[in-house]
């Protein structure tokens, strides 16, 4: 019986710094710096340079409001919202 009350208290341990670690992850920032190539609503194009530039999405909870021109550096998370998946390709068996 106390092996077994042993095992739970490792098992929800470890499911408890699992979860941190997932939300520890899911809250991680990036940034990003560039000058206002286009400021649409919903939409914000930026540009670091003649071979970079980036496009983030806005919405009402987005603060600041760039205009044309403006220095910016934007803080962002990257958060997947859909993931297709479409197995690999298996390669043919060599001959000998």
């Known amino acids: 019986m106390k092996r077994l009350a042993a ?5 929800v341990i ?3 710094i699992g979860f941190g670690a997932g939300l520890a992850a899911a809250t991680k920032t990036y940034q990003f710096t560039g000058v206002v190539k286009s400021a649409d609503s919903g939409t914000l194009v930026v540009e ?4 970079e530039t980036w496009t983030f999405s806005t919405d ?3 603060k600041g409001t760039p ?3 403006d220095k910016v550096t934007i803080t962002y998370k990257m958060i997947a919202t859909d993931i297709e998946v479409k197995p690999a390709a298996t390669a043919p068996a060599k001959k000998k």
């Open 7 to 11: 095992f739970a208290a490792i098992v």
């Open 14 to 16: 470890a499911l408890g």
């Open 48 to 51: 670091k340079s003649a071979k």
């Open 60 to 62: 009402k909870d987005t």
């Open 67 to 69: 205009k044309v021109g």
